[in-house]
């Protein structure tokens, strides 16, 4: 049993192209799973003309993605159809996975009930988990008179701190979450680089670290992880320097600009960047109109340009959490900077950086690899379509008598970890 599950699993992800980059528009991985001992799983990875590929981080990193989980896949070949052989469309609303809680009860846009798997090996200490919807309530008020226990989403620095100091225990572990600005460059007021570069100069990294994070940040000087070998701190070309900044948009003929800034009110840190963005662009002559989205509607905004480039919609600015699950360069290179790249709501591309994707994006890690990545990254900084901002801690907030909180690659927390604390 276990190592059919194991395979369907396999052959499922490479089938629907979970495990393919960029989803199937430059070669997937088309292999198969197959069973070598009763749990071991070979896959063979190969193009979309079927060559074999080389092993690279970004392979390797699609087997411990979390996301890639290991599901009954007996319980949902019930529900699979000809056109839905996998029942993907009933998974969307049915858990049948293979951890140590069960979806008990699940109320759309509410709460979400997980009881401890009587089978399981290793019992969570919390034999129930409430995860609740909390939509626009203040999560720190909810905190402090007990309506729940733990908190890791829309809860401020200040409101961490806070907490913090009347004796809640706080966790916090450096992450790959990049806070990144990108403006709308195929036209529009972005379209040229010198505005875009202005834009650049005119951000108060300094003052986003210590007020709106409290220091618990650091200063993005790439869209690429700092831990990559592929990295380069190619956005250090740019600090903040209004008369740079002044200058460069007095080169671009000193235009007349009035654009909506788009942000989440999913990261309670946005809102406060996007105030102080907005103040200073303003001492450059740029006029931004805040405008808040859900972190839904914040996908749609990036993706409603990036993935309809026929029918863009306006050319505004958005600010953008993203964290990559690979060290590896293509992912943050390809999806924002490339052609058809599916986040690159700027619309730019440089035909030097797609033909640095195109070219090494399969290979395996090289010295050759990374200075080719490390050039795009210097083109793509340069002609500032998007500009990276922060690379933020990741917390989290338990009530006394609760420890364990942990952290991965995607924001979220394992609730089998949690434990009481008997300090």
Known sequence: MVDEQLCSCCRRAVDLAVIGTRRGTDGIYVG???PFSPHTVGVDLKDAKGSPIEVGTTSIAMFFNTNERIIDSVEAKRHATASDPYA????????VGSGPYYVSDWQTGQQVVLKSH????????????TARVVNNANVSSLLQSGEINF??????????DKLDKAGFKVASEAAATLTYLTMASDTGPFK????RQAVAYAIPYKQIISSVYSGRAQRGLSIVNKTSSSYAPAWNIYDTDLGKAKELMSEAGNPSISVPLHYSTG??????????IQENLKKIGITVKLTPHTADEQWDVVNGRSRAPSNPGSPDMVLFNWGPWTDDPKIPVGYSSTKNGVNN????DDPKVDQVDATWQLRAPSAERDAAYKQAQEIIAKAAPVIPITYAERQSVMAKGITGASFEQFAGTRFYLLEPDSK
């Open 151 to 160: 908190g890791e989403f829309n809860l401020s620095q200040s409101d961490i």
């Open 267 to 276: 990261d309670a840190a946005q809102e406060d960047i996007a105030i102080l």
């Open 345 to 348: 709501y700027a619309l730019w």
């Open 88 to 95: 993907t469309k009933w998974l969307r609303t049915h858990a």
């Open 118 to 129: 009587p089978d399981y090996p290793k019992q969570p200490a919390f034999k129930t988990v």
């Open 32 to 34: 198969s799973g197959e």
């Open 192 to 195: 040229d680089e010198k505005v």
